[in-house]
Every structure is written in C-alpha cells, then in structure tokens.
C-alpha cells in the first residue's frame, strides 16, 4: 500500500525536452522518474540539483523542485540543500566533465562528507554541449576536437576515484538497459549517505557508440557482470564463467574446469568494507574481463547531514545561551550608569529603514 | 622615596611589541578590556606578521598591539603611541616610526644584546642613537631575569617560565596607568586554572612583581592617570568586528525566525567570522567548513535555495574565487549575505594588513550585468548592525549582499553598548504564500522582489537556474526578455535606496571642504575633521556606508560644498565610483596603500594643502 500513488508521469514537468533525438539521457531520466516514484515520498520533499552540460537540463524537466546550477558546482549546492533541510529527498545529475573535471573537488568532498544525497553521474566520455572536446573519461589516445591526434593522458574510473574518497556507495548501470538502471537508483535512494550511480551513456552525436562494446545486447551477459548481493559473480550466456581470487588478484574461470565448481565462485558483498575487492571489480575491463555493473559498494558509516543536527541537537540539550539577548549580555560586560553619563541613541532611530 | 611623576592625559596610545611569540596580542587585549572595564573608551589596533612564528629577535617577526583610551569619545587606535613597550630590539626598531615625539619607551634591558642587535640588523651598540630617540623617555626594565627570579621557586622549564615574561611587562604598566589586577587575576584563573594550575599560578606571580616593581621604582617610572570617559548609559562588552559581524548575522537569523547557515573557507582576516559561528550551535547555526572559497559560497547558495539565512564571510582573494557563484545568485535572485573582510592585495598581497582595495571587485567583478547591494561597516562595533541590515535587505528584497568590512575593523576592538534585540527593526523574509498565483519570477511592483518558494512547501514546486528566465521561470532566450530582465535586475537593487537613510554630514550642511569616505576609515576619518573644525576650518565629514546603492541625497549633500576630497586606502576606488555615480563635481583624493589605516595627522595635511590649494 503506498501513501501518495505517484507514477513516473507526476515527476515530468510541462517543459519540452530538448536532448537530441535518441540520446542516452531520455532512457535515464525516465529510470529516475519511475524511481521517484516508487520512493513514495511527497513531491513537494524532492529537489534536483544539478551544474553544467547536456545531462544537467535534466531538472528543468522535472515537476519537483529544481536549481539548474553553474559548471561543477552542483555538489557543493546540493550539499548546502540537504545540509539546510536534511528532510528533502535531494538528487544531484551531473556529467563526467561537471563532476570530474571542474567540480573534482566538491565532489570528492562531498563524497568524503557521505551526506544523504544520490548523485547521478552520466558518464559519456565527451564534452557535448561544447560541441566534442574530450572529458576526464575519455581513454587515452582519444581524438577529439582539442585532441586531434590523440590524447596523451589517462582517464579517471569514477569508481575508483569515490572509493579512494571513501565512498560508502558506488554502482554502474547503462543507459540502454533501463530495467536495471531503474534498480540500481532505487537501491541508490535506499542509501543513507552519499550514493554515486555511474550511467554509462551514449552521447549521439559526439561520442555515439562508444560503450556499444559493453552494451550490445547480443553479447551482453558475456560482456557484463551483474552483480546481486549475496550472490556468486557468474557471467556468460550459459552462467559457465565466474570470478575467483588468485593471488589477490581476480581472474576469470569456468565453472566445470579445472575442478571449478560453483562454490570456488566469489561471493558479492557490496554491504562489507572490502574496498581492494569493490576496486578490483570497478576496474574490470573487457576484453581480459567483464565490466561489473551494478551495486558494487553499499556500506554504511555516519551522514554528515544527520551528525550536524545530532550535534546541534546535543549543544542545544545542556546550553545556557538560549536567545540573542542572552548572547549578547553573556561573559565580561560591565554597566556605564555614572552621573555624566548620556540616555543612550538606539542605532536605528533616526534612520528610516523601511 | 620620592613620589611617582603623575602626569594627567585626555588619551593615551600604549604600543606592545615584541616577537610573535612573545604574547604581545593577549597582552595587548587584557589590558584593552581592563581599560574599557576601568570606563575609559577605547579603540585597538592589532599588528601582526603573516607568519605564524617569524625568525625570533627579527624585525619581520614583530607583533604589535595598540590602544588608545582616553576620556572622552575615542576614534582611533592612536597615530602615534605614547608609550612603547619593546621586548627586543627588533620590536624597538619596527616601532620607533609610530612613537609620539618624546613619548616613554619601556624596554627589556636583558634582550637588548650585541647578539638581538645583529638579529635585528642594527649597525651599531646604540639602537636608540641609531633610531635618533635620543630624546625620548626611557625606561629599562630587566624584564627577562625579574622574570626569571620571581619564578626561580616554581618548578617550571624554561621555556615557560620565559612565556611569562608578557605578564610582568602587563603587571608594570598597569601600574603605570592605575589598572586595577581583578579582570586579569580571573582571565588567567579561568584560562589555566583548571588545566594547569602551576602555569596560572605563575603568570599570577609574574603579574603581581611586575605591579610592585612599578611601584617600588616610582623615582624611575612616571605615572599616568587617564579619568573614566562619560559615554552613553548601559551595558556594555568589548567587542571586534569579526565578533560583531557574526552576532549582527545571528541578530538577524532570530529577527526574521530563519535559521543561520555559513558555508565558509578560512582566509585571514575574515576566519573569526565563520569560528564566532561555528561557536554557536547552541543558538542553532549550522557552519560548513567547505572545501574551498567556491564549496563556501555554493554550499550558502544551496541553503538560501533551502530556506535558510545563508551567509558566507571571506576576503579578497576568497571573494575573486566566489565571483562567477555571486553572479548565480543575483540571476536565480536569492537572499544571502557575503561578507568581505578586506585586506592588502592584489594576490596574497598583505594578508594581515588593511586596505579598502575590493570595492570596485565588489561593485563590478561579476560576468555580465550583475548588480548587488553593497554595504560598509565603519567601526568594529557597527559591523554587527551593518551586519543585520544587510540581512534584513536581502531577505525582504530577494537580492545578494555584500558586506564590505577590514583587517583593521575586523581585528580592532571597541567597547559597545550592547542593544536589546528590542531596539532592532522586524524582519519579513518574502516567503510565498499563495501556490495558486506563484511564479518564480513574479515581482512586487513596488520594490521588484521575487517571491521565495523553498522545497518542502507543497504547490510551489519550481525550477530556477543560471539560464535566464522569464517571469514564469522557463527558460527564455528572447531578445527582448533578456533585456527587460537586465534592466529589472538592475533596477530592483536600485530600489534598496528607500530602505536606507540620507546621507548625514558631521559639521555644517556647507562649507570649504568637504571630506568623504567610506567603510573602515570612519575613526581617522572624524578625528581629522573635527581637528579641522576645532581650529575653525569649514570642513564637514560625509561618511558612506552605503554604497550601492548610495543615498538618495548623496549629490545634494555634495552640491553644498566648494571642495571635495575623497579619502581612502586604496588608489581611488570610491572617487572614481563617485564620478560615475554623482558626476558633476570635482573629486579630490586622498589615497594610502601601506596596509596600514590613515594617521590623523596626516589627513589633516592633506586637507590643509587642499583647502589652499
């Protein structure tokens, strides 16, 4: 029995939506407006924040409350919502350019801080709004527009990089599989803390196909490793391969060979803080090994925006300052009453203030 | 033995200086707050190096703290100090500038050594002839070994029985000056009492030998007697403009039933402001310590998005940082409050030093057309009501403020008649009421003022952004919208102009001279212009605290007056303003970039050629 009935088309807004046709950001933005509607929260609690770039027109087509902000600062604005009002159910869409290059450093603190927040991060490679310019994700050697013969610098994994922040939740989905894009934010709004949903998304016109490789549904369970909470790491059309530790490190096996059974199979346990693991699984790459997608870290520690109302809450239980007047007549003052003394001249009487 | 030499003053300016370690601030401060508490008004000026602890016994690592206080109304710290207190040579020869002519210098005869002499690259053996204060009244002290002496049954390391060592120079000019112990006795018992009752106990005896040292040398120490100021009836606390700033925010958080929220990065001088904050959760305020100057003005822009009163304090370099977000916050039009505590620049510049040079940054230092509000405290104690003001404007206009305070406001202190929150103007934040009729960018007709609809409040739920907008919040890239919105934008700050008083002159409505200036400058400022006036000069003062916009009367008031100087401590920023604010008139200038705020004497100067001229 839910409280209010939502479905994905309260959370639209009236305003056309101007991506281009085909863009992976449609796919995404319903996933997140099926999940909303889900949460079963009132409309009124959600805000959508976002920065700069393609991705972040997104709040301006949602009917909740929106601020469309400026380049890279979407962390550090949401951040100063929820902390604000720590009821609000607060979304922050942001893009590998907004989020990873001019923003790196709100959202690795914001991230460190764990406030209570679901960051969708679209990660398609490419500056698109400028028209094509490579982005902190693009893979070395990329031409673009201001590399034309290449880039000569490695990219960053976001995964690896919330990690090294102390992330307490991290997955990846992609944008063409919406079914488990949709599960994946609804296991991210479950979160408390600060959970980072990295959407692998195709960008038409400056970047088409580049996660075709991964995503092609012909190939999908051979290229992909769905990861399930509790569950063995297998993959393949005929759930024959599976992951296991050799040597601390992780390798592809086939169940049947070798004396592989099931049971030698990696178990997943996004929930413990098993951050060598959840690294190695974000840095999985094809062709030598699936890409992992899913919840791969979901663990629990303090929210920032929870331990500062603790805090105020537990200064405010035992304070002796309870008001401006007692503030302001508190430690060393002393009383002027002497004979040639004057009645004292309010600041703000002859003045007009209005 | 002969009486004490008792010498009766109107005002007295006491300088403290010694190395950066050597507590020459808490020395200062103690004996600011026990003059204030003795009735004598006063007025403080803390001058210190940007390094945390210079080269020991080295000009560069000299901490000074300064204090006139007097018995009548004191504006400033003091051109000129009347008494110095040297620990070191060094401290000798980065003050021997600031002494009044024949004035008493106080000095450690233990640390003045061939060796601190060469540390503090004098050329000879006689610092004194070398600094030609020949004439002046000099008291040696051996400070060092009285202090070692008074502590020799204490079992105390060395180290802190030398961190005593300020206490006997605080001990011996309270002497001078007829300070009573009391203030000082409970200061160190609270500070070191619990904690550390041998270090309490210590500084307690240095204290009291350096009194009775003062006391049984009284052939060789004169001794000064300065009468209680008449000033205004109440209950009064010492205070600096940091402090004020940040209870004038907390003021206006309870006035206007918001919460208080900072979002801050710490940058000399302004850090106080966000600490003072951080202190006060038990009044609600929720601080952010951000990760950068741009987390700091992001994270405010957020909260005032939430609802909240959102403030965030910095300085100039901090304020470049936050430009492109204050230009996010006058198009999405929401209410919050950054306060520039300015210092030397450009670049790092002087961080611990004073200047006025962000005003046109203020003014102007946005992309696109992206006017604000601007205010200027002018005295430590004022910037708490500077402070609320420009809360209240920008929460019942819907505009970003900004308030211009400085190192020297900030870090000086005066005491203040503490207001009731009674004595305060109410304050109607324009939250919206009526879901039916919202539009984000709707106005009141009369002062241009959106309407504020926060998350969580059901049927107004909206979207606003950096992209302009039209008056139903979609995003427009109409030509003529765009516009019309520049205009607005410009228009509704320009409407601030009835929610702040005319333009007051000190002096007559007409005359020679008259003097402007704006912020920080206010003490040096009316001292100036009242020497001119009592030598019978026609000189006015109009002081400015607001800026943008200015008052209404500002080019009547100027039309009255032959001459007009314009004083500040930057190269012209306000003069030039004024030409292109309220043209017509010729603007004199009188300019200083040293880091330090103007000297009376020297603005008399000035005014007195101009008034030649």
């Known amino acids: 029995m839910t409280k209010f009935n939502y479905t994905a088309k309260d959370f639209k807004s009236a305003a056309e939506v101007r991506w281009c046709p085909g863009c992976g950001d449609y796919a995404i933005m319903n996933a997140v407006q099926k999940t909303m509607a889900d949460m079963d929260i009132a409309h009124k609690d959600f805000a959508v924040i976002s920065g700069i770039g393609c991705s972040s027109r997104f709040p301006y087509y949602m009917s909740t409350y929106g601020f469309h902000t400026i380049h890279g600062r979407a962390a550090a604005i949401a951040s100063g919502v929820k902390s604000a009002n720590p009821d609000l159910t607060v979304w922050v869409i942001t893009g590998d350019g907004d989020s990873l290059a001019i923003g790196g450093n709100h959202f690795i603190h914001l991230v460190r801080r764990n406030i209570n927040l679901n960051l969708v991060l679209f990660n398609n490679k490419i500056y698109g709004l400028t028209k094509g310019q490579y982005s902190p994700t693009s893979d070395r050697g990329k031409i673009t527009k201001t590399s034309p013969f290449g880039t000569i610098e490695d990219s960053f994994v976001p995964g690896q990089l919330v990690l090294g922040s102390r992330g307490t939740f991290f997955a990846r989905a992609i944008d063409s599989n919406v079914k488990h894009t949709q599960e994946v934010l609804a296991e991210s709004a479950k979160h408390e803390g600060t959970s980072v949903v990295e959407v692998l998304q195709n960008c038409v016109i400056f970047n088409d196909g580049i996660h075709d490789y991964v995503a092609d549904p012909k190939f999908r369970s051979e290229r992909q490793l769905f990861l399930k909470k509790g569950e063995p790491m297998i993959f393949g059309e005929q759930e024959d391969k599976g992951l296991i530790l050799e040597n601390g490190h992780l390798k592809v096996v086939k169940i049947g060979e070798d004396g592989i059974t099931r049971e030698d199979i990696l178990v997943h346990h996004p929930e413990e803080d098993n951050l060598g693991l959840q690294v190695a699984l974000i840095n999985m790459a094809l062709p030598e090994f699936p890409v992992a997608m899913g919840v791969i870290r979901s663990v629990k520690a303090p929210v920032y925006d929870q331990e500062m109302k603790k805090q105020i809450e537990t200064v405010q239980a035992k304070r002796r300052v309870t008001c401006m007047d007692e503030l302001l007549q508190s430690g060393n003052t002393w009383t002027v009453d002497g004979e040639n003394c004057s009645e004292p001249v309010k600041f703000f009487d002859n003045k007009c203030f209005g | 033995m002969k009486d004490a030499k008792v010498i009766e003053l109107e005002e007295v300016a006491i300088r403290f200086s010694g190395d950066s370690g050597d507590g020459m601030q808490l020395t200062g401060t103690l004996f600011s707050d026990t003059s204030a508490l003795f009735g004598n008004d006063i007025s403080t000026f803390p001058d210190y190096p940007s390094e945390i602890r210079a080269p020991q016994g080295t000009v560069g690592g000299v901490s000074g703290f300064q204090v006139q206080f007097g018995k009548k109304k004191i504006t400033t710290p003091g051109d000129l100090a009347h008494v110095l207190i040297a620990m070191n040579p060094a401290a000798l020869k980065a003050n021997a500038a600031f002494m009044n002519p024949g004035g008493t210098i106080i000095f450690d005869v233990d640390s003045f ?454 004083c500040e401590l930057n190269l012209g920023q306000f003069a030039s303003y004024l030409r292109d604010s309220v043209p017509g008139f010729h603007y004199y200038q009188v300019n200083k970039m040293k880091g330090l705020p103007f000297s009376v004497h020297e603005l008399v100067e000035n005014f007195e050629k101009i008034l030649e001229a």
Not at chain 2, 261 to 277: E, H, K, M, N, R
Request: charged share 20%; proline share 6%; with cysteine.
């Open chain 2, 113 to 566: 050594s061939e060796k601190n002499f060469a540390k503090a690259q004098f050329q000879t053996l006689d610092p004194f002839a070398e600094l030609k204060l020949d004439d002046y009244f000099k008291i040696p002290v051996p400070i060092t070994s009285l202090t070692k002496e008074s502590l020799k049954d204490l079992e105390l390391d060395n180290k802190s029985v030398l961190r005593c060592k300020n206490m006997f120079a605080l001990g011996l000019i309270c002497w001078m000056f007829e300070r009573p112990l009391d203030y000082i006795e409970r200061f160190i018992q609270n500070k070191f009492g619990k904690k550390s009752p041998l270090i309490a106990e210590a500084n307690l005896k240095v204290l009291h030998d350096g009194y009775n040292y003062g006391m049984n040398m009284q052939h060789a120490t004169p001794r000064f007697i300065v009468h209680p100021a008449p000033i205004e009836k109440g209950i009064y606390r010492n205070i600096n403009g940091n402090l004020a700033t940040a209870w004038g925010l907390l003021a206006a958080a309870e006035k206007s039933g918001l919460n208080l929220f900072i979002g801050s990065y710490p940058i000399t001088p302004a850090t106080d402001v966000l600490q003072a904050l951080a202190e006060r959760k038990d009044l609600g305020v929720k601080s952010f310590q951000a990760e950068d100057e741009i987390a700091g003005i992001c994270t405010t822009i957020g909260a005032a998005f939430a609802g909240h009163l959102a403030v965030t304090s910095t300085s100039g370099p901090g304020f470049a940082l936050k430009a492109e977000a204050l230009g996010l916050s006058v198009m999405a039009e929401l209410p919050i409050v950054v306060v520039n505590v300015q210092r030397g620049g450009p670049s790092t510049g002087l961080p611990t030093k004073t200047e006025q040079s962000d005003l046109l940054q203020t003014l102007y230092g946005r992309n696109g057309e992206s006017p604000l509000v601007v205010l200027a405290a002018s005295t430590p104690s004022d910037c708490f009501y500077y402070a609320f003001l420009a809360a209240k404007i920008a929460l019942e206009r819907m505009v970003p403020v900004v308030l211009l305070t400085d190192g020297f406001l900030g870090n000086g202190s005066e005491p203040w008649r503490v207001p009731n929150m009674s004595e305060l103007p109410s304050i109607t934040p324009r939250k919206a009421t009526n879901p039916e009729l919202f539009k984000p960018y709707n106005r009141d007709p009369e002062t241009l003022a959106r309407e504020w609809a926060v998350p969580g409040m059901e049927g107004f739920e909206h979207r606003i952004g950096g992209l302009e907008k039209n008056a139903a919040g979609g995003v427009s890239h109409d030509p003529e919208n765009h516009h019309i919105n520049t205009q607005i934008r410009a228009e509704k700050v320009a409407k601030v102009v009835d929610m702040i008083p005319e333009l007051e002159l000190v002096g007559e409505a007409e005359g020679d001279l008259l003097v402007v200036g704006w912020g920080g400058t206010y003490g040096h400022m009316i001292s100036s212009v009242r020497a001119m006036q009592e030598a019978g000069k026609k000189v006015s003062l109009a002081h400015f605290n607001y800026i943008k916009p200015l008052p209404k009367n500002t080019a009547e008031v100027f039309s009255k007056f032959k001459k007009i100087v314009v």
